[in-house]
Every structure is written in structure tokens, then in C-alpha cells.
């Protein structure tokens, strides 16, 4: 099983900078594609960004331009890079994997993070 932590989320003035991390644990394992989703408080979780085992990336439009996914495959960790943070950014930040586990894996699993919150102010 792969466990997924989030960490660097904080509180930030707008127009400042953040970098998330999201590290996998856990027996024997290989991330395919991770990505990165927020929930503000009674709203809905939406996806922001995400970046394929061959590095190919996409973004929601509405972080296009200002944040970045990126991936260290040898640490199993994935970053989100925010810049030109937002009031409306505010949320809790999730990350997701699909990770093969074992030694020998024929399909995919899902895994979700526990969240990490990040505050805009004003």
C-alpha cells in the first residue's frame, strides 16, 4: 500500500509564493500519474494540475500561468509551485497518485493525501 503526506501549505499574502510537496511511503511501489486537486469549504473538489510518468503536464485554467506540477521520480515525491497566489486559492490542497504496488502490478491504484491548507489574505 502507498501512503501520500502533503506538506508546505501555510498562510500567505496575495501575489506571494508557496510550494507544496506530496511524499509517497510504503511497500514497494511506482507512480504513474500523480495530481494535485483543492476543496475550498462548501465547494467541491476540483482538479489544478497534473504531470504523467513521461512528464507531460495539464493545468485547470484557472492556475494556468501560475502554478507548476513537477515530480521527483528517485524521492517519490510530487511539488506544486504557486506563484501570483490569489484570495481565491484559499482552499485545502490534495494530492493524488495512481500507483502500481508490489512487485508485480498489472494495474493501477488510487491513493489521496490527507490535504494541506493554504490562506491567501488580502
Known amino acids: 500500500q502507498v501512503q501520500l503526506v502533503e506538506s508546505g501549505g501555510g498562510l500567505v499574502q496575495a501575489g506571494g509564493s508557496l510550494r507544496l510537496s506530496c511524499a509517497a511511503s510504503?511497500?514497494?511501489?511506482?507512480?504513474?500519474?500523480w495530481s494535485w486537486y483543492r476543496q475550498a469549504p462548501g465547494k467541491q473538489r476540483d482538479f489544478i494540475a497534473r504531470i504523467t510518468s513521461g512528464g507531460s503536464t495539464n493545468y485547470a485554467d484557472s492556475v494556468k500561468g501560475r502554478f507548476t506540477i513537477s515530480r521527483d521520480n528517485a524521492k517519490n515525491t510530487v511539488y506544486l509551485q504557486m506563484n501570483s497566489l490569489k484570495p481565491e486559492d484559499t482552499a485545502i490542497y490534495y494530492c493524488?497518485?495512481?500507483?502500481?504496488?508490489?512487485?508485480?502490478?498489472?494495474?493501477?491504484?488510487?491513493?489521496w493525501g490527507q490535504g494541506t491548507q493554504v490562506t491567501v489574505s488580502e
Open positions: 510504503g511497500s514497494t511501489f511506482s507512480i504513474d500519474v
Open positions: 493524488n497518485a495512481d500507483a502500481y504496488v508490489g512487485l508485480v502490478a498489472f494495474s493501477a491504484r488510487n491513493y
